[in-house]
């Protein structure tokens, strides 16, 4: 069953943690993030304030918008604070951010990673948020505003005689641990016939619902190779022993997901824009340790880079 929430616009609480495949991502830590583990919980959103011009793009009546959330277990990414109940992460300060501006109230959902575009197309959710990575294999059926940039990286143990893999035929014969439902999946999946080319044995592509599940794995040597968020990489590194974060393989815009065709993208955009001009969007960066993340305005869908 899926718990359903209400959030005003100064916390998003939750009596049941759901665990599910996420992240988020930027390469420099700051002191906050990085204290031992200890989720940030300083509140850069609350005196926030609502924005007229951006409010009028809305489509008219909208005072209610439901949110769908994936709970990634750490951070940057979706979690909860000390208290058990309270989500925290950079893609909910972003939302409730937003959600100030524009000055509307959010019904906060949690849902699997995998399960949230689906459900757009059917307005069970008016958007997501959760690091998706926009791609222009996902922009055929879903809108998006970006707010970050982030993308993909590999991460492996200490003693991996691996150095960093700018060509995926470096993962040929090794098993390779990433999110369900994920573009890191989709890459690897698209990718595998690159070992056949070459005439070499295909990696083993090993997909987890859980952050938890893809961490025992690469420490108990049952993986190898970690693909997934740049940021979210970098926190792991910083708070688990034996790790060694290899390189970024692709860069990707990151933003919230809507049903395409959607009249909510025009206002989001102005919203992001304006957190970024009133130093709102700086905060959350620095809040988080992914300052190396900042874009300098908000666009909507645009085309995946090639690199």
């Known amino acids: 069953m899926r718990t359903r929430l209400f959030m005003p616009f100064i916390a998003i609480t939750s009596a049941t943690l759901l665990v599910t495949a996420c992240g988020s991502g930027g ?3 700051s002191a906050e993030a990085a204290d031992s583990g200890r989720v940030p919980a300083t509140d850069v959103v609350s005196a926030e304030k609502k924005d007229a011009a951006a409010a009028r793009l809305l489509p ?3 005072t209610r918008l439901t949110v769908a959330i994936s709970v990634g277990g ?3 990414g979706t979690t909860y604070l000390s208290d058990g109940k309270t989500l925290t992460g950079q893609d909910v300060d972003f939302t409730k951010a937003v959600a100030k501006v524009l000055g509307v109230r959010l019904k906060v959902e949690q849902a699997s990673f995998e399960a949230i575009l689906p459900a757009l197309d059917s307005g069970k959710y008016d958007f997501g948020a959760s690091n998706f990575g ?3 294999e996902r922009r055929r059926t879903i809108d998006f505003v970006t ?5 993909q990286g590999f991460v492996t143990r200490k003693d991996s005689k691996l150095s960093e893999v700018t060509d995926l035929k470096q993962l040929c ?3 390779v641990a990433t999110g369900a439902g994920t573009t890191f999946e989709a890459t690897l999946e698209e990718n595998k016939h690159l070992c056949a080319d070459a005439g070499k044995k295909a990696y083993q592509v090993q997909t987890y619902a859980e952050p ?3 961490w025992s794995s690469i420490q108990q040597g049952r993986s190898d190779v970690v693909m997934s968020t740049i940021n979210g990489l970098r926190y792991a590194v910083a708070h688990q022993s034996g790790l060694r974060f290899l390189n970024e393989y692709h860069r990707l815009d990151v933003g919230f997901a809507f049903k395409k065709g959607t009249k909510l993208a025009p206002a989001f955009q102005a919203a992001v824009n304006r957190l970024i001009a009133d130093g709102t969007y700086d905060r959350i960066l620095k809040k988080w340790g992914t300052t190396g993340s900042a874009i ?3 666009r909507i869908s645009p085309p995946e880079p090639k690199n």
Request: proline fraction near 12%; hydrophobic fraction near 25%.
């Open 27 to 29: 390469p420099d830590a």
């Open 60 to 62: 008219a009546g909208t």
């Open 74 to 76: 750490t951070p940057p």
């Open 134 to 136: 926009v791609t222009d």
């Open 147 to 151: 707010y970050v940039n982030d993308g």
């Open 173 to 175: 014969g090794l098993n």
């Open 212 to 214: 938890s599940a893809i």
């Open 296 to 298: 300098e305005t908000s």
